[in-house]
């Protein structure tokens, strides 16, 4: 199974600060076929559903906001959040689809001051 | 627009049976498969598996192989997940959630099932 590393496991910062989150596969996530990176991030409100933020680790869902932006390759991947905002109060997960079972990372929890 | 909508909350003891139910809406059910992920209490994400929703072929992840069961009905647009002899470490939030690209995308709003004597 491939296993997905996130750091930190939390964070509090500030509105209209910037956040970086990291995740770390323990093999390549890049297929060579199509040069995809089968990498999302979820977004998990307190209380609600997953929500997914990001696919192929750097393009953005439709109506998710710029301030959200995925990068990386291989092996290690970011979530930056700009300018974070209140309601960006979330667990924030990283999953892989390259191979079943597609695993999760423990997640990342941002807090804001 | 997609809708994934789950069956409500279930206690149950252990040893019984629980049937998830997930109802799709705003596409065509049969073009995407259905994923099934588990939160425990307090925790993470897990993948549980997926069921190809044309075919019926169900994969299911090692830790859920044996008790759990992915099924369908077609004609209703609707997934199931049915856990048998279920057990105190079954309780936990599960959710349906529509593929993309291998990746669950529109999530349901989940079902919370709890064991307890």
């Known amino acids: 199974d491939i296993l997905m590393t996130q750091s930190p496991s939390s964070l509090t910062v500030s509105a209209g600060e910037k956040v970086t989150m990291s995740c770390k596969s323990s093999q390549s996530l890049l297929a060579s076929g199509n040069q995809n990176n089968y990498l999302a991030w979820h977004q998990q409100k307190p209380g609600r559903s997953p929500k997914m933020l990001i696919i192929w680790a750097s393009t953005r869902v439709s109506g998710v906001p710029d301030r959200f932006i995925g990068s990386g390759s291989g092996t290690d991947f970011t979530l930056t959040i700009n300018s974070v905002q209140a309601e960006d109060l979330a667990v924030y997960y990283c999953?892989?689809?390259?191979?079943?079972?597609?695993?999760f990372g423990s997640g990342t929890k941002l807090e804001i001051k | 627009q997609i809708q994934l909508v789950q069956s409500g909350p279930e206690l149950k003891k252990p040893g019984e049976t629980v049937k998830i139910s997930c109802k799709a809406s705003?596409?065509?059910?049969?073009?995407?498969?259905m994923h099934w992920v588990k939160q425990a209490p307090g925790k993470g994400l897990k993948w549980m598996g997926w069921i190809n929703t044309e075919t019926g072929e169900p994969t299911y992840a090692d830790d859920f192989k044996g008790r759990f069961a992915f099924s369908l009905e077609t004609s209703a647009s609707t997934a199931y997940l049915q856990i048998n002899n279920l057990k105190n470490e079954d309780t936990a939030t599960y959710f349906c959630?529509?593929?993309?690209?291998?990746?669950?995308?529109?999530w349901g709003q989940g079902t919370l099932v709890t064991v307890s004597a």
């Open positions: 999953q892989q689809s390259y191979s079943a079972p597609f695993t």
């Open positions: 959630a529509r593929n993309y690209g291998n990746f669950p995308c529109y």
């Open positions: 705003g596409y065509t059910f049969t073009d995407y498969s």
